[in-house]
């Protein structure tokens, strides 16, 4: 699974994404930290299937 977030996030997923990989260990996820417009590009390109982003971008 590929996970995009900003670095505003990290904090979040290192208190709760050991916890899911302890509760499904075949699970394989690839972290991508960018920006909030970056992470939508790859969200509308299919490269993401999560993005924890702003969803408008100015």
């Known amino acids: ?3 995009g977030t900003v670095m505003g996030a990290v904090p979040l997923l290192n208190d709760h994404l050991p916890q899911l990989l302890e509760r499904q260990p ?6 991508v930290k960018d920006t909030s417009a970056h992470l939508l590009n790859l969200l509308d390109s299919g ?4 993005a924890i ?6």
């Not at 075949?26 to 972290?31: D, Q």
């Open 47 to 50: 490269r993401l299937e999560i």
């Open 53 to 58: 982003c702003r969803t408008s971008v100015s």
């Open 26 to 31: 075949t699970i394989r996820v690839e972290l």
């Open 1 to 3: 699974m590929a996970v």
